[in-house]
């Protein structure tokens, strides 16, 4: 069903010259929010005690995105979200019940959707093939069980009559064989009509209903065809439904939530089968944990570009500069005859910092942007591996910075693959073992000071420490015996590293791991792994709340001010004689209780020149970096604040060593220390 993108000038036409394009922007939006929360809300239904509530507003969604689909003319769109929503209007209705394929179906759908949307934003040149898709709702619709055939085909009892004259029947055998294409069908009742006039038949198709009605009717009429799945156990027809399509009535086009009215004229008309009585659903409850799909978001929250965002923030910055300049200067009046100067300089200082509070709040996303991804990647994931798996969130309302949340994806997901596919045991195996069938995954998430700590956590089979030593020494890494479990553990984030015997399409290629570690050091986070043998593995991840605008300590190196991460800070100390040491003639270390660190000089470092006869550094910095200890040797300690980074690169060059820069309250640049890069080089 090819559709060219971006119809954009041919809605505008139909439109009397009206450009609907400048709605786009709104419509990809929410509906990509839609369909996150059916999939979620799919994802977590109970097939056994649905709700009406529940299937109203997953049926709300495709009625949205029906709408707005049709307004813009995305014809294949509004036909997909169009037998979505005969289907769940059926099952709301109580029509029908919910089925697992039937789910399984809707999440296909939902994928498709997406795949679709995106081509007319742009994002993407793929362009699905629904025919078949489209088929298999059709035929939910209809009360049918889909088989498990790759191709779709379905197993279909027809049962024609009664007939005055029962030769007329054999004329559907001549169809099947003029129309390969078809199918095959079977002769029932060995060849002959029953008492009372009936033939029954054997059919295998890929067509949906209506389509065979169609060709039936040429040979008998329609109203005596009937159609209903085979069951093949039982040796006959499941529960019998005319085939004769009625014209369900439309339901009643509410506003799409886009702002615009469908008229129902312009969209397909609905066929399906006549309903059958079905058992009722569950009273509708409603859930005080899970908000309605499809639902106005108007009234509540106002959409704004990023780029305006940004904007904001970096003003802001800006006047925290300017702020941290006059509280400076402030400084030299005399308190008396400047009282209500230095009074207003209090309160402009007071006010920008709940000013850069809020502005930095409107960046923050809740963690759940990311969690919810999750409960439909562990549900197919168990599928493919043959494993039962639960996911538990906990702090899913902890916020952290959108940049830094689209930037933790990616590694999110492969540490809860790698729980999913390491960790988790078969069912067998952990019955076996005394524990439950289904694995546990905890996703976890809260804050900690000016840093938000996220943890992937497993009840499943631990890591295991000799088979870690014996993959290591195939791979020549220098291991030894006595090596501590967080030593051994450690040898997971090497590159390339990986204990699995078989390569899949889950894991196995020794890729991820390491780039794990390195993408969040990159956001200036650290990672750590704890295991235990036979109870599970926990990964935790520490990274900043923001990028924009950290929490810093300035150090002064000479005549130089540089400013370290302040969640990289451990301690600082004064240097004591004697307590650094000399290795192999340049390198040098310092004991601090008991365990020896190696010592970078900043000014040696950056090369910060020194005045003739200038005292060498006496106090250190101790800093940490992805699990690693160096103390950094510097003057003098001048303050822990706030600091607006930016970003050295646009504005300078790369220099190493350097994360970014900022302004001082005096008008000068302070670069900022990229504290893992120096551990990283005092290590090597």
């Known amino acids: 069903m090819a559709e060219t993108p971006n119809p954009g000038a041919q809605s505008g036409s139909e439109s009397g010259g009206f450009d609907?394009?400048?709605?786009?922007?709104?419509?990809?939006?929410?509906?990509?929010?839609?369909?996150?929360?059916?999939?979620?809300?799919?994802?977590?239904?109970?097939?056994?005690?649905?709700?009406?509530?529940?299937?109203?507003?997953?049926?709300?969604?495709?009625?949205?995105?029906k709408g707005g689909a049709a307004t813009f003319g995305f014809s294949d769109v509004t036909e997909l979200t169009h037998e979505l929503e005969t289907l769940l209007d059926r099952l709301r209705k109580n029509e029908l019940n919910l089925r697992r394929d039937m789910v399984d179906v809707l999440l296909e759908a939902g994928d498709v959707l997406k795949l679709q949307l995106a081509r007319y934003q742009g994002s993407s040149d793929t362009s699905p093939d629904t025919t078949q898709l489209v088929a298999r709702i059709k035929r939910l619709a209809t009360g049918q069980v889909l088989t498990?055939?790759?191709?779709?085909?379905?197993?279909?009892?027809?049962?024609?009559?009664?007939?005055?004259?029962?030769?007329?029947?054999?004329?559907?055998?001549?169809?099947?064989?003029?129309?390969?294409?078809?199918?095959t069908l079977e002769v029932g009742d060995g060849g002959k009509a029953s008492a009372?006039?009936?033939?029954?038949?054997?059919?295998?198709?890929?067509?949906?209903?209506?389509?065979?009605i169609e060709l039936f009717s040429f040979h008998v009429?329609?109203?005596?065809?009937?159609?209903?799945?085979?069951?093949?156990?039982?040796?006959?027809?499941?529960?019998?439904?005319?085939?004769?399509?009625?014209?369900?009535?439309?339901?009643?086009?509410?506003?799409?939530?886009?702002?615009?009215?469908?008229?129902?004229?312009?969209?397909?008309?609905?066929?399906?089968?006549a309903p059958a009585p079905a058992p009722r659903v569950a009273e509708s409850k409603p859930r005080a944990d899970k908000p309605a799909a499809g639902g106005s978001l108007e009234s509540t929250t106002l959409r704004v570009s990023v780029e305006k965002v940004d904007q904001l923030i970096n003003l802001v910055g800006e006047l925290v500069i300017t702020q941290a300049m006059l509280t400076q200067q402030a400084k030299n009046l005399d308190p008396v005859q400047y009282q209500t100067v230095l009074a207003g300089v209090v309160?402009?200082?007071?006010?920008?910092?709940?000013?850069?509070?809020?502005?930095?709040?409107?960046?923050?996303?809740?963690?759940?942007?990311?969690?919810?991804?999750?409960?439909?990647?562990?549900?197919?994931?168990?599928?493919k591996l043959g494993k039962e798996i639960e996911l538990k969130t906990v702090g899913e309302a902890t916020e952290l910075d959108k940049g830094l949340i689209e930037k933790i994806i990616d590694p999110l997901t492969h540490l809860v693959r790698n729980s999913a596919d390491h960790g988790i045991e078969a069912p067998a195996v952990r019955m076996a073992a005394g524990k439950s069938a289904s694995g546990t995954i905890t996703l976890s998430a809260a804050h900690q000071g000016g840093s938000i700590l996220i943890e992937v956590r497993d009840d499943g089979a631990g890591l295991r420490r000799e088979r870690i030593l014996a993959k290591a020494k195939e791979r020549g890494l220098p291991v030894r015996d006595d090596m501590s479990d967080a030593e051994v553990w450690a040898l997971i984030w090497e590159p390339g590293f990986s204990t699995a015997d078989l390569v899949s399409d889950v894991s196995g290629r020794g890729v991820g791991m390491d780039v794990v570690r390195r993408n969040i050091s990159a956001l200036?986070?650290?990672v750590e792994l704890d295991s235990a043998e036979g109870y599970g593995t926990r990964v935790s991840v520490r990274l900043p709340l923001t990028l924009a605008i950290m929490d810093g300590m300035s150090i002064g190196v000479g005549a130089e001010t540089y400013i370290l991460p302040l969640g990289s800070v451990v301690e600082s100390f004064q240097v004591e004689s004697g307590t650094?040491?000399?290795?192999?003639?340049?390198?040098?270390?310092?004991?601090?209780?008991?365990?020896?660190?190696p010592v970078v000089a900043l000014d040696e470092a950056f090369s910060v020149p020194r005045e003739a006869g200038a005292t060498g550094s006496e106090i250190m910095v101790l800093v940490e970096a992805e699990g690693a200890r160096t103390a950094l040797l510097v003057d003098e300690l001048l303050g822990q604040h706030q600091v607006v980074v930016k970003n050295l690169e646009a504005n300078y060059r790369r220099v190493p060593g350097v994360s970014g820069a900022t302004i001082l309250g005096d008008g000068r640049v302070a670069l900022i220390i990229d504290v893992g890069s120096l551990v990283k080089r005092a290590r090597h």
């Open 524 to 526: 200036g986070g650290t």
């Open 196 to 212: 009372d006039g009936y033939r029954t038949f054997k059919v295998t198709t890929t067509s949906p209903d209506d389509e065979l």
């Open 580 to 597: 650094v040491q000399t290795i192999g003639g340049t390198g040098r270390v310092v004991r601090v209780r008991g365990e020896y660190m």
């Open 148 to 183: 498990t055939a790759d191709d779709g085909r379905r197993r279909l009892s027809v049962r024609v009559g009664p007939l005055e004259n029962p030769a007329a029947a054999d004329n559907l055998s001549e169809l099947f064989r003029d129309i390969p294409s078809l199918g």
């Open 221 to 273: 009429s329609r109203e005596q065809i009937t159609i209903t799945p085979f069951d093949a156990a039982a040796g006959g027809a499941a529960r019998a439904k005319p085939a004769a399509p009625v014209a369900s009535a439309a339901a009643p086009m509410e506003g799409d939530g886009f702002g615009f009215f469908v008229d129902p004229k312009t969209l397909p008309a609905a066929q399906t089968s």
């Open 347 to 383: 309160d402009l200082e007071r006010n920008t910092r709940h000013l850069q509070e809020s502005v930095m709040s409107i960046r923050m996303i809740p963690m759940a942007f990311v969690f919810n991804r999750f409960p439909r990647m562990l549900r197919d994931l168990a599928g």
């Open 20 to 65: 609907l394009t400048q709605f786009y922007g709104v419509f990809f939006e929410e509906a990509g929010e839609n369909l996150a929360n059916m999939e979620s809300m799919l994802v977590d239904i109970d097939i056994d005690a649905v709700t009406g509530e529940e299937l109203n507003a997953i049926f709300r969604v495709a009625h949205s995105i």
